[in-house]
C-alpha cells in the first residue's frame, strides 16, 4: 500500500495554498498536488497566475503581480515544511478511508498516494470565447472579473460579453468607472432575471449591441476594439473600447470528483454552511471550486485557511482509518 498522509492539497491557488501554510504549520506533513502548467484546469498557482496587477489583495498597498503573489503564497507553505508535487491529480477514490489519489495513469490498481484527510482546491476557470490571442490579453484589456480590474478603466468606454445575470451585474458594476459599458449579446433579448434587466435599461451609462457576437479583438500591446459580426446579416463592425470583459460564465473543476461528492446543478462542490466540510467525512472543498459567488483571491485563501483548521480537527478527532 501507498504511504498515508495525513491530508493531500488537490490543487492550489490562494485556496489551496493558504491550507498547505496552515496544515504545516500545524505539523500535518501536507502534500500539494499543485497541477500542470500544460494543463487548461488545474493551473498551479490558480488564476491569478493569469493576471497582471492585483490591487484589491490586502498588504499590498501599491498593487502586486499575479504570479509574483502566488510565488509568495508557495514560498511561504515550503518554509514551513509543505511538500508541492508539480503534478495533476488524475482520479480519487473516496469509498473509504485512507481515501485514494493517482497522478498520471488512472487505470491503475494502486493510488499514487493515500490520505487521512483530503483538501480539495482545484478552483475554477473562466469560460473563455477561444479567440485568436486571448490568453495574453488577459490584463491588457481583456478581463473576466469586473470587481478585480474595474478600477483601471476608469472614463473609459469598454465592453461586457454576456446576457446572463452575471454580465448585467458586471456591466452595473463597471458602469461605476467607466464613461459607457456596451453588452454585446448574441441574442435580441437577454436571459437575465427581470430585476436585473430592468436596472441595466435604466442605467444612462450601459448600451446594448444585439444580435452580436465578437469575431476578434482588435489590439496592438492591448485591446483597441471588439469586432463583432452581426447574427443576423453577417456584417462585421468595429466597436471601439479599451476594455473588454467576458461574462460568459465559470466552470469548475470538479470532474475528479463527480458521482464520488455532491455537486450543485451548475458543478460546483456542495459544502456544509458555514464551513468547508463536503458530504464525505475527512473531504474538505475551499476556494472557486465551491464558491460561485464571490470568487476573489482572498476569499479563496480565507476558505483555505477553514479547510485546514477543519481538517486539522478532523483529524484530531479521527486519528484512526475508522476500522
Known sequence: MSDVREVIIIGSGPAGLTSAIYTARANLSPLVLEGEPSSTSDQPGGQLMLTTDVENFPGFPEGVLGPELMQNFRTQALRFGAEIQTVKASRVDLSSRPYGVWVGDPDTSEPTHRAQSLIISTGAQSIMLGLDREA????HGLSTCATCDGFFFRDQEIAVVGGGDSALEEAQFLSRFASKVTIVHRRDELRASKIMQDRAFANDKVEFRWNSVVDGYESDTSISGLRLEDTKTG?????????????????????????????????????????????????????????????????????????????????????????
Open 235 to 323: 456584417e462585421i463592425s468595429i466597436l471601439p473600447v479599451t476594455g473588454v470583459f467576458l461574462a460568459i460564465g465559470h466552470r469548475p473543476n470538479t470532474d475528479l470528483f463527480k458521482g464520488q461528492l455532491a455537486l450543485k446543478d451548475n458543478g460546483y462542490l456542495i459544502t456544509l454552511p458555514d464551513s468547508t466540510r463536503t458530504d464525505v467525512e475527512g473531504v474538505f472543498a475551499c476556494g472557486d471550486v465551491q464558491d460561485d459567488y464571490f470568487r476573489q483571491a482572498i476569499t479563496a485563501a480565507g476558505s483555505g485557511c477553514m479547510a485546514a483548521i477543519e481538517s486539522e480537527r478532523w483529524l484530531e478527532d479521527n486519528p484512526s482509518n475508522g476500522h
Open 136 to 139: 495574453e490579453l488577459i490584463g
